[in-house]
């Protein structure tokens, strides 16, 4: 009996190279998954399909993820404000550890003898794969072509053709993963400390110079409208932002950071949507909630990040985490006015019912209606009490 092997399939020459060998080599029939994370069209799925089949796989399935990607994951990314190193919204890192869970649940389903991805053994990725696979499907064995051989793109375009595959591909200037929550970019400006990427290397070009406003309405924390335009689902309305926020060449930068494996790199990025629903919903946060909700939010925030980041996202306790920001939301609910410009964005201000900045109680260096001087007197001499011990002490 033919053994089964789940290939992630990408349609790149890596997976297009793991598809042909996986078969005429070792033998596998193979079923190529793609998991669309934000990152594909209707026709660009259905060429997928067909770059799969004329490679000669059993199967092709493209999973829509989009909807249990947000749900999952993106929902907490945004319900903590979660910037990896106070600039990268995690897009890949979220990306792959669903993609693999959607293609081990596949593996488990069809009854799968091995799992094969296409990532090399340089980067992050390998290591999300890996880890998923291990915890999700245990006596699954996982087969990574390209980490193995060590192979050069020649050589595999060389072995494609050998089989008959004749390919089209060509050797890209950038390297770009598109996902609902951003896009990132590779190219040769990355593989050093220097120099920023060029214009031309980001996919979303300016097309607007004049400003526009955007309004923003969260309920519990969650996107509900966009100019007053109301969604069934917030994944809708993110994809309504990066359309209206793109535009303006809004969400660029680069990232630097330690990869799991030990190493420095840097990566490229636009993420127009995620960077500008984070920072609106911060500011929504920082008029709804008290000043100690904020300081433990931010605190277990970085935490979340960080553990998402290192393939550890199975772990208990990102659920129990994910409580604790899914309650902080309670109060998240309002509006947040925004203004686009080119390369930027402002925050304007919220409109909110449960905004604590109100004047009822006083207005921040203008005006006190709650206390008397004679009570500020009295909660500053116990507040500076042990301090005046200390120095006391210790003079």
């Known amino acids: 009996m033919t053994k089964k092997v789940v290939l992630a399939f990408s349609g790149g020459l890596d997976t297009s190279y793991c598809a042909k060998y996986l ?8 079923y190529a998954v793609t998991v669309n994370t934000g990152g594909f069209s209707k026709n660009e799925e259905k060429e997928l399909e067909k770059r799969a089949l004329k490679l000669g796989v059993k199967e092709y399935r493209c999973v829509d993820a989009q909807q249990d990607y947000y749900n999952s994951c993106v929902k907490y990314l945004i319900f903590g404000n979660i910037l990896k190193n106070n600039t990268y919204p995690l897009s890949v890192s979220a990306e792959r550890t669903i993609q693999a869970q959607e293609i081990a649940k596949f593996a488990t389903k069809i009854g799968a003898d091995a799992i094969a991805h296409g990532s090399t053994g340089a980067g992050n990725d390998q290591v999300r794969f890996d880890l ?21 793109r020649e050589e595999e375009i060389e072995f494609l053709k050998i089989y008959g595959y004749e390919t089209e591909f060509q050797k890209a200037q950038y390297s770009v993963n598109k996902g609902l929550w951003g896009t990132s970019v590779g190219g040769k400006e990355t593989l050093t400390s220097r120099n920023y990427l060029p214009e031309e290397a980001f996919p979303s070009q300016i097309e607007k110079s004049e400003p526009s406003e955007l309004k923003i309405e969260f309920k519990n924390g ?6 007053g335009e109301h969604f069934e689902h917030p994944v809708s309305a993110i994809q309504k932002i990066e359309k209206l926020a793109s535009v303006y060449g809004i969400g660029r930068d680069i990232h630097v950071g330690d990869t799991i494996v030990g190493i420095k790199g840097r990566v490229g990025f636009e993420a127009a949507a995620a960077l500008v629903i984070i920072k609106a919903h911060h500011l929504l946060e920082k008029h709804t909630l008290s000043k100690y909700q904020q300081m433990m939010k931010s605190q277990l925030s970085d935490w979340y990040g960080n553990w998402l980041h ?32 080119p390369y930027r964005f402002v925050l304007n201000g919220i409109e909110s019912d449960h905004d604590l900045m109100s004047d009822k109680f006083g207005s921040y260096g203008e005006a ?13 001499k116990i507040l500076s009490n042990s301090l005046n011990i200390y120095h006391q002490i210790n003079k």
């Open 310 to 341: 290192e393939a550890l996202f199975l772990d208990p306790i990102m659920r129990n985490i994910e409580s604790f920001l899914e309650d902080s939301q309670k109060t998240v609910s309002g509006k947040v006015f925004v203004t686009l410009h």
């Open 132 to 152: 998923i696979f291990q915890v999700m499907c245990p006596s699954v064995e996982i087969i990574t072509p390209i980490r193995d051989q060590y192979l050069s």
């Open 222 to 227: 969650e996107i509900t409208a966009v100019n």
């Open 368 to 380: 006190n209606r709650a206390w008397t001087g004679d009570d500020v007197k009295g909660y500053t």
């Open 23 to 30: 078969s005429e080599v070792l033998g596998y029939e193979v």
